[in-house]
């Protein structure tokens, strides 16, 4: 069965355990030699721009585009980047650079603040950028457990092509769960999604024009919501489904995807809920207002740790490379 159809906002609605997510999408400019936009900054919003002017925004940078120093407590972030890079800067003194196809999993538990800035490095030609940030709640017996992130590299995660019967291809990227025995790799440790029983999986979609593709049935009391936003139309149960629309199928059952003529990419979120209170304001997600009160309470006093860089928009230099340095001093480093 299918149920709420709804049209896509800024913001798109999400079903326990997910709590948030969000699409950018932004035609950058060459960069200005600083990793901001060879642009002029007139008549925005500087700060608090989310306009798309020019096709593009600086959201809460004021030179470089992206999201300076800012904490979180009680919840996860997953951060999907399909094209351009960001660097990471957080309290517990870790860094990285990573993009292009990577993933970042980040467990804020019990408090955390992080920097997610986008460096536009290319000074001859554009800088595209795409990214989803997905938000999934921690149980409240995870709600306090060390912060930590974990890197999903692009080369690991797994791109599955499925043929239907008329030869018409799909390719399924697992970013959480499993399919046709292919698991993603693990979360971070503490995540929602680190219990196979919980039934959480992240998929990327691409259906070739025409293309169906069969999504196989699971437990019933797992909550499973489609995003399609970009392709011409769907056909999924009798209905047609249009682009950029959410929908929301019964999990038990299996269920067949028809394309329309165009190619279509579809996120798929899906997970048995917590099923607890959510009390959330801001950066914080917990189970009560008193935890809310409390949590700005630490932050206030603390700073979840501090803020040991010298700046709150900190960037690495233009020149390096995929890599991720993590708070306990090791370091990954990747292949352009």
């Not at 993933?103 to 800088?127: C, R, Y």
Request: aromatic content about 10%.
């Amino acid at each position: 069965m299918l149920n709420n159809i709804k049209p896509l906002g800024f913001m798109w609605e999400t079903r326990d355990p997910f709590l948030f997510c969000v699409h950018h999408r932004d035609a950058y400019p060459a960069g200005n030699g600083k990793m901001g936009p060879n642009a002029s900054l007139a008549g925005r919003n500087i700060g608090q721009d989310f306009e798309l002017k020019d096709g593009w925004r600086m959201y809460h940078g004021e030179q470089v585009p992206g999201f300076p120093a800012h904490p979180h407590r009680g919840f996860e972030t997953v951060t999907v980047v399909l094209e351009g890079l960001v660097d990471h800067f957080d309290s517990a003194g870790a860094k990285g650079r990573y993009g292009d196809g990577d993933v970042q999993w980040m467990t804020a538990g019990s408090g955390l603040q992080h920097a997610e800035m986008f460096p536009l490095i290319k000074k001859d030609e554009p800088n595209p950028f795409e990214l989803f940030q997905i938000w999934l709640n921690l149980p409240s017996a995870s709600k306090m457990a060390n912060p930590a992130y974990k890197m999903l590299w692009s080369e690991t995660i797994p791109n599955i092509q499925i043929n239907d019967k008329n030869n018409r291809t799909s390719q399924v990227r697992i970013i959480a769960g499993e399919l046709q025995g292919n698991p993603a790799p693990q979360p971070a440790p503490d995540s929602w999604a680190a219990a196979d029983e919980n039934q959480v999986a992240i998929w990327l979609l691409t259906l070739a024009p025409n293309a169906e593709l069969t999504l196989p049935g699971i437990s019933e009391d797992v909550y499973r919501s489609l995003y399609f936003y970009e392709g011409s139309s769907l056909n999924v149960a009798g209905s047609i489904i249009p682009s950029y629309h959410s929908f929301e199928i019964d999990s038990q059952d299996s269920q067949i995807i028809r394309n329309g003529p165009d190619e279509a990419r579809i996120l798929l979120l899906q997970g048995k809920p917590i099923a607890e209170p959510v009390a959330r304001y801001g950066p914080f997600v917990m189970n009560t207002q008193a935890e809310i009160q409390k949590a700005f309470e630490d932050f206030r006093k603390s700073r979840f740790g501090g803020w040991p860089w010298d700046r709150n928009d900190p960037v690495n230099p233009a020149e390096k490379g995929r890599f991720a340095r993590y708070s306990d001093g090791t370091e990954e480093i990747r292949k352009a």
